[in-house]
């Protein structure tokens, strides 16, 4: 018959492709650092008026600090990227980059530095936002708040960091004497 091999084969590359995707790896984080000069911090603490409900404490970014969320796929010679989100269902976990990480002044792993995702509930709904924290207590931890998508199509979040300093200062009140 005609068009029957045609047609095995697309049935075939559609279930590989159905397979790859269900079994791929975590998805990575790739952030956009492009810093000229100096580095200017933005920082926020529960008092600031922008400062999102669901954010504890305080915390800090740059302009720059920003990650698209995105999938490799490697099937046999190749590799394609695919365009993801991080699931606000459930945790899952993605890669930082080091040059995100200089920004973090506690530990900092040796090699890859994967953190765990955890969805952020407002009323029992997800809100697009994430905690984020690795899994040595001393490791980067903070938030990805959701910008949408860049203009490529990537979901982009803008990464704040929790500033250690000012949580030892809050906990730790001023003696006065």
């Not at 920003?66 to 999938?71: E, G, I, N, P, Y």
């Not at 995100?100 to 002044?105: G, I, M, Q």
């Amino acid at each position: 018959m005609p068009g029957s091999s045609f047609l095995k084969s697309a049935v075939i590359l559609v279930a590989v492709t159905v397979l790859i995707s269900f079994f791929a790896p975590a998805a990575t984080a790739e952030e956009d650092l492009k810093l000229t000069g100096g580095i200017a911090y933005m920082r926020m603490d529960e008092k600031s008026p922008e400062h999102p409900s669901w954010m504890k404490g305080s915390v800090y970014s740059t302009e720059d600090m920003t990650l698209r969320v995105f999938q490799d796929v490697h099937f046999l010679f190749s590799k394609t990227r695919i365009k993801s989100t991080i699931p606000d269902y459930t945790t899952s976990s993605v890669i930082l980059r080091k040059r995100v990480l200089e920004h973090w002044p506690g530990y900092v792993p040796t090699g890859t530095c994967r953190v765990t995702t955890v969805p952020i509930l407002e009323g029992g709904e997800p809100v697009g936002s994430f905690e984020f924290h690795h899994f040595d207590s001393r490791g980067p931890k903070g938030y990805l708040e959701s910008m949408g998508r860049d203009k490529d199509g990537y979901m982009q979040y803008r990464i704040w960091f929790v500033d250690q300093i000012a949580q030892i200062q809050v906990q730790e009140p001023e003696i006065q004497q």
